[in-house]
């Protein structure tokens, strides 16, 4: 509901200030004078009340209204900070999304105020439904945020297993365009069996994976003796 009135006009500053005084009791001449006083306020009902100051009526409008309102945002964020106080044991003991154990706890409330409902619309009545659509408002952000999370993580899933895939088709394409070269292709052979196993979630985490195995030329050239290498035999004749 948009109010229209004097004091609702006011800087959001100055009718903060002005609840937490009404909140603490201060009589309503001293903050009618208060009020009027203040550059701002003048400039305000200058602007859209042809200047006409506050008066008590106004300020008696606002304590039914407006002042209502805010003490029921008060109540609402008093609900909340206990909440977020609470939210790593929640956390730890609700089981799945605790957005949707709130949603539970706030059908709760609302059966209770309206089983209690006498069918007359009183300022208590208003204030605590009030209150419940600012908090169902909040919880259905909250769903709205855990949807997409979980919408998110499918997506990061599904685009891992697309990139597995197309890895796949490419060592595919090599191992057909190497078969000139049996060398060669036994390396993508190998890659495309490793691949494979890691697909499948066989290889263990933090395993070093095998390297290139060596071409016939390299373990020939491994295999040789090199002229000036030591071995276990003396030659024939000599002697130590």
């Not at 009404?22 to 203040?38: A, H, K, P």
């Not at 550059?39 to 602007?47: F, G, Q, R």
Request: charge should be neutral; proline fraction near 3%.
């Amino acid at each position: 509901m948009t109010r229209t009135g004097k004091i609702a006009r006011l800087p959001r500053e100055i009718r903060e200030q002005l609840n937490r005084r009404l909140q603490d009791g201060e009589t309503g001449i001293r903050l009618v004078e208060w009020l009027n006083s203040m550059s701002e306020t003048k400039k305000v009902l200058a602007a859209d009340f042809g200047g006409r100051d506050i008066n008590e009526q106004n300020l008696s409008e606002w304590k039914q209204g407006g002042h209502q309102d805010w003490l029921a945002r008060q109540e609402t964020l008093a609900c909340a900070r206990d909440v977020a106080a609470d939210a790593g044991e929640l956390a730890e003991v609700a089981e799945g999304s605790l957005a949707n154990h709130l949603a539970t706890v706030l059908s709760a409330r609302y059966a209770s105020l309206v089983s209690g409902w006498n069918g007359e619309m009183d300022d208590e009545f208003r204030r605590k439904a009030r209150a419940l659509r600012v908090l169902c408002q909040d919880i259905v952000e909250l769903r709205r945020g855990d949807h997409y999370a979980e919408r998110l993580r499918l997506d990061l899933e599904r685009f891992a297993e697309a990139n597995k895939e197309d890895q796949l088709r490419a060592l595919e394409v090599c191992l057909d365009e190497t078969k000139q070269w049996p060398d060669v292709q036994q390396a993508f052979r190998d890659a495309f069996a490793l691949l494979k196993q890691q697909k499948r979630g066989k290889l263990s985490t933090g395993q070093p994976a095998p390297g290139p195995p060596q071409s016939r030329s390299d373990q020939t050239k491994s295999n040789q003796i090199k002229p000036n290498e030591n071995t276990d035999s003396q030659p024939a004749g000599k002697t130590v």
